[in-house]
């Protein structure tokens, strides 16, 4: 059988990653978190301690290290850094540093080689337009940004982070500003793609909603 790809796509705080996770499993396809690549990659550059700014330096450092997804944790040169990649401070330099169309070369290789081997819940902001462009389903998720600003708030101080509301929604605006117009691969609604707005709905009924979309569209 040949393998499969779904893309789920949308700006930060749609929920994207819990509801891709979900059909993953619920598929028994591979869930295939891209921005967690980027994240690694911003981690690594960081602790190099190369200049950000520098798209020359940053593609050394990319190119140089081995990073990697297995089973749901996040690997740079085999050290699990699952966790790490998740402050706002390396989401942040992920968003920056993913402006290098280098940088995204080299992560857009190992998005592929991994989509090789096994069907795949792909999600990020342009798996369904660049990445993988003939994916057999394409999602676009969406949400007003100040529920995206609020989910994240609230997932951040059940995580003991006690940030201000204010602050979130000016890091959630700064980082979807960046990623909607960067000259490469920006966040765009891919062709073909069935939009969600899940401002007013569960998780579950995006779940539902979309493998019944999904489903319907594998049996074509
Ligand atoms: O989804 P996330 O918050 O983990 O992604 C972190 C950053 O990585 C995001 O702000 C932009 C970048 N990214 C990207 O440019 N392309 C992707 N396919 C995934 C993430």
């Known amino acids: 059988m040949t393998n499969r790809i779904i893309t789920i796509d949308g700006p930060a705080g749609t929920g ?57 944790k996040t690997f740079v040169d085999g050290k699990d850094v699952s966790e790490e990649i998740r402050s706002s401070h390396i989401g942040e ?9 280098r940088v995204r070369e080299e992560l857009i290789k190992i998005q592929r080689s991994i989509a090789l081997l096994s069907s795949v819940v792909a999600e990020g902001r342009d798996t369904g337009s660049v990445v993988f462009p003939d994916a057999d389903v394409k999602v676009f998720l969406d949400a007003t940004e100040t529920e995206r600003a609020r989910r994240r708030h609230t997932e951040l101080l059940a995580k003991g982070y006690n940030v201000d509301f204010n602050e979130v929604l000016a890091d ?15 966040l765009v609604v891919p062709t073909g793609a069935v939009v969600v707005d899940t401002t007013h709905l569960t998780l579950e009924q995006v779940v539902s909603k979309l493998l019944k979309v999904i489903k319907m569209r594998l049996t074509d």
Do not use: M
Not at 43 to 63: H, T
Not at 173 to 185: E, P, W, Y
């Open 93 to 101: 330099l992920a968003s920056r540093i993913a402006t290098f169309p």
């Open 172 to 186: 959630i605006r700064r980082r979807d500003s960046r990623d909607k117009t960067r000259d490469v691969s920006p």
């Open 16 to 72: 994207k990653s819990t509801v891709a996770k979900e059909i993953a499993t619920r598929l028994g396809f591979v869930y295939l978190d891209t921005g967690a690549l980027y994240r690694a990659s911003a981690l690594k550059i960081y602790s190099s301690g190369v200049d950000p700014e520098q798209e020359k330096d940053c593609v050394r450092i990319v190119s140089a290290s081995n990073i990697s997804i297995s089973e749901g």
